[in-house]
Structure formats: C-alpha cells, structure tokens
C-alpha cells in the first residue's frame, strides 16, 4: 500500500515555517497565538469553531489538532458532529447560494 499523501507527523513540523520566512512566519504564529487567547468566546468555543472550521476547508492536520484539542476541553463527541454539522451547512448554502450568479448569467444570455 502506498503511503498517504498527508503524514500526521508533518503536523509537528508546523512551527517550522518560520525557517524560510522568519518575519511572517512569527507575525502569524503572534497572530494566531492572539486568536486563541480566551476573550469573549472561550477557548473551548473557540476549539469548537476551529473544528468545524477545519472540516470545511478540508485540512488532515487542523481536524487532527483540534480533534484532540475539543475533547481535552471536555467537548462531547456529540457537540463535535453537530459543529461539523453547521460548518456543513454554511458551506452547503455558500455554494448554493452562488448558483444565483449562473441563474444571473442564463437569462442575460437568453435575454
């Protein structure tokens, strides 16, 4: 069997992006450091959100993170698919939604 595209030990590697671009990399790790501070949502929430967030865009890594990261918040697996669940939805209708710009686009060329 041949070896999955994505390797779950690239994950560890992230803080490694900062080698090849030191000044970006640590303004995005300051960044993203920021995010995840506790604020008007907290972290378990913001854990939540991130999860859902990782399986619309598709991410191995994210959903692997933050698979781990909600449930050592104390998030039940139940809250975890219903967050899927939203983050499916909102896709779902985002990509629906823009069938208005082809329904746009027939009737002015059938005008």
């Given amino acids: 069997m041949s070896k999955p595209y994505y390797d779950s030990a690239d994950l560890r590697k992230f803080g490694n992006i900062t080698e090849w671009s030191e000044e970006l990399g640590n303004k995005f790790f300051d960044y993203y450091g920021k995010v995840f501070e506790e604020g008007a949502l907290t972290a378990?929430?913001?854990?939540?959100?991130?999860?859902?967030?990782?399986?619309?865009?598709?991410?191995?890594?994210?959903?692997?993170?933050?698979?781990?990261d909600t449930l050592q918040r104390g998030v039940t697996k139940e809250e975890m698919m219903e967050a899927i669940h939203v983050g499916a939805a909102i896709k779902s209708g985002a990509t629906l939604v823009h069938g208005v710009q082809m329904m746009n686009k027939?009737?002015?060329?059938d005008g």
């Fill in 106 to 109: 027939v009737n002015k060329l």
């Fill in 44 to 68: 378990r929430e913001k854990s939540l959100i991130a999860l859902a967030v990782s399986h619309t865009e598709q991410c191995p890594y994210c959903i692997d993170a933050y698979t781990k």
